[in-house]
């Protein structure tokens, strides 16, 4: 252990001992290390389901095409197990922290996360890992810096956030995570502001955006920005809603000269006059720009939700959302929800949850999905393996958070 001159001094003349002064700063250290680790919370979940596909008995002949939905029809399923080690930022001018989210289980490939250099995602990943940083500016720009969530939809990636089950069509075209600097600026109680910059619009970890030469394109990022306002008191029983408005803007790592995408965002959740019913609305439009000798892809997704907290321990949640599929400005290619779906496919989905709190720390709930191709005649029918325009589905997810 070093001692400083002045320490060594006192030692000198007999007024201090060195091993006391050792045990002291050892205690403090101790002290130290005790708060840093009392400031730590973990938590997480883990996600289980049971799914009923009606009609064929082979699950792989049921397209679906929306996020976490693959291999999981006719059957029990481990979705994810979440764990996650937080120090959220205090009040203070100059705080710091961090968040570190880890997943395990097959939905980790439905986020993409992997680092650039592991060839796969497997079925672990990193899903958020970032430091929190906040500068005294004005009311406080507070920073992360690393791996996080994107900043727009109206659902999470988290499934026990949403109050679905199963995800929208929305969902399934945005992006999911980024690696880089986000900042966030409170302008009120009723006005917020981020905005960041990343490596890609997609979410491997240190990715990277190639030219059609195969070679790293160091100047090209992702541009995201995004605006939430929050109604006050002042606005009598739509007070507490929200208003969000966001896009990203960039390119895909890994495609040799890809197009570039971007995503708009709008989404709102107010309360309405009908006590403790809540109704939402969501925009999403993906833009992948022309390539030569390729066409362009826009893609379209609408959702409505309306949830109600029946009674204290029973919610009923509904959602209605239409996709119309662009193409993804690859020749040859499928449309971005895979080789199942072609450009100007249009589908129609309705879902029924009911979320009932029978356990502690348990979210239980079971929901009906129906989904309708909306096409007539070819490419129609791309239910079921293209044999069907509706297909049905019966699900439990039972998710204990800790």
């Not at 680092?115 to 500068?135: F, P």
């Not at 107010?270 to 609305?281: M, N, S, W, Y």
Request: proline share 3%; charged share 20%.
């Amino acid at each position: 252990m070093k001692f400083n001159k002045w320490t060594l001094g006192l030692a000198a003349l007999g007024a201090v001992s060195l091993a006391s002064v050792a045990q002291a700063e050892e205690k403090m250290l101790l002290q130290d290390t005790k708060a840093e680790l009392t400031s730590t919370t973990i938590s997480g979940y883990v996600n289980t389901s049971v799914e009923w596909d009606f009609g064929k008995n082979n699950d792989a002949a049921n397209t679906r095409g929306y996020a976490y939905s693959g291999g999981k029809g006719d059957g029990f399923n481990l979705n994810v197990v979440d764990v996650t080690l937080e120090k959220a930022l205090d009040e203070s001018e100059w705080a710091s922290g961090y968040k570190a989210e880890l997943w395990f289980g097959p939905d980790v490939a439905g986020i993409g996360s992997r680092s650039i250099n592991s060839g796969g995602a497997g079925d672990v990943a990193i899903k958020q890992a970032y430091v929190t940083l906040r500068t005294p500016i004005g009311n406080g720009i507070d920073w992360k810096i690393g791996v996080f969530d994107t900043i727009i939809g109206y659902e999470a990636s988290n499934a026990g956030d949403n109050p679905n089950y199963t995800r929208s069509w929305g969902y399934s075209i945005e992006p999911t995570q980024h690696t880089g600097i986000l900042g966030t600026y409170k302008f009120s109680e009723s006005v917020s502001f981020t905005a960041g910059i990343a490596n890609t619009w997609t979410a491997p970890i240190n990715g990277r955006v190639f030219d059609s030469a195969g070679d790293t394109q160091d100047s090209v990022k992702t541009y995201m920005a995004s605006v939430a306002l929050t109604a006050p008191e002042s606005f009598g029983f739509l007070q507490g809603g929200t208003l969000y408005a966001g896009v990203v803007t960039g390119k895909p790592d890994s495609e040799i000269g890809a197009s570039a995408r971007t995503s708009y965002y709008v989404g709102a959740t107010v309360p309405t006059p009908i006590e403790k019913l809540k109704a939402g609305v969501a925009f999403d439009h993906l833009r992948i720009d022309d390539r030569t000798g390729n066409s362009s892809g826009d893609t379209t997704a609408i959702a409505a939700y309306l949830s109600h907290a029946t009674t204290e321990k029973l919610a009923l949640h509904g959602r209605l959302d239409y996709i119309r599929v662009g193409g993804d400005g690859l020749a040859g290619a499928g449309s971005i929800l895979g080789a199942a779906y072609v450009p100007s496919d249009e589908i129609f989905s309705a879902t029924v949850t009911a979320d009932y709190q029978l356990w502690k720390n348990v979210i239980s709930r079971a929901e009906l999905r129906w989904d309708h191709d909306m096409g007539e005649g070819a490419p129609g029918d791309v239910m079921r393996d293209g044999t069907a325009e509706d297909e049905f589905s019966l699900m439990a997810n039972i998710i204990y958070k800790f």
